[in-house]
């Protein structure tokens, strides 16, 4: 057994069946992806697009790709006809940009709204009240090729559990606060290597994991 498949088999206990494990294989090469793979891994998360797109290009065709990280409106167009679910959308813009790229391949783009978190200063994820003001917009009543499933978000980087609890609580409340009015939203993704048991604590359904299974990046 090589090493990727002792660390996802590790981690598959440690998950209930119905948390969703991405493996975020950015920066890894394809062969390394292909070890998760022939261990039956079928998600795999990328935070670039092109990267991903040739990843997709030369891996077996049976993989959901999913884009966990920043999307820029004008590299939507390369991933359009394949990616399964984009993680950190924040914008109607890009909404409307997936609808219209999505539409083009005849296609339903699932997406998840980021939702602002962590204390530290970030630059990208929507205020609560921003999420829910483009929920209830009339504009995204209009976009028929995405589908809004959930909501993803990013705990400060600190070894301080009490702050990051705290942090993934605040999305669980917000997420169940409003599943009730928006039935479509199902996926709550948090979690990475180093908070993923307090993120599946926190309500979790889908955990995304990058060195805890490829080893640490450079
Ligand atoms: C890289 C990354 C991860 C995985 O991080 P690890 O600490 O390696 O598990 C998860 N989510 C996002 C958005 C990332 O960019």
Request: aromatic share 6%; hydrophobic share 40%; net charge neutral.
């Amino acid at each position: 057994m090589n090493d990727i498949e002792r660390n996802l088999q590790d981690i598959q206990i440690s998950i209930p069946k119905d948390v969703t494990l991405v493996a975020v294989s950015k920066t890894k090469p394809v062969n390394e992806l292909m070890k998760a793979y022939e261990a039956g891994q079928r998600v795999f998360g990328e935070n670039k697009i092109q990267e991903m797109v040739e990843k997709w290009e030369t891996m077996p065709k049976d993989i959901s790709w999913h884009m966990i990280g920043h999307v820029q409106t004008n590299k939507v167009k390369y991933m359009a006809q394949f990616v399964d679910l984009i993680h950190a959308v924040d914008s109607i813009k890009l909404l409307k940009e997936i609808n219209k790229q999505a539409k083009k391949h005849n296609r339903t783009i699932n997406c998840l709204l980021q939702i602002k978190i962590a204390e530290e200063e970030s630059k990208f994820g929507l205020k609560e009240e921003d999420a829910l003001a483009l929920l209830d917009s009339q504009e995204i009543k209009n976009l028929t090729n995405v589908h809004i499933q959930g909501l993803m978000g990013m705990a400060t980087f600190t070894n301080d559990e009490n702050q990051i609890k705290s942090e993934f609580e605040k999305i669980k409340t917000f997420f169940d606060q409003n599943t009730s009015k928006y039935p479509a939203l199902k996926i709550l993704s948090i979690g990475m290597s180093g908070d993923y048991k307090i993120a599946m604590d926190c309500g979790s359904t889908m955990v995304r994991i990058g060195s805890s299974i490829f080893g640490a990046r450079n």
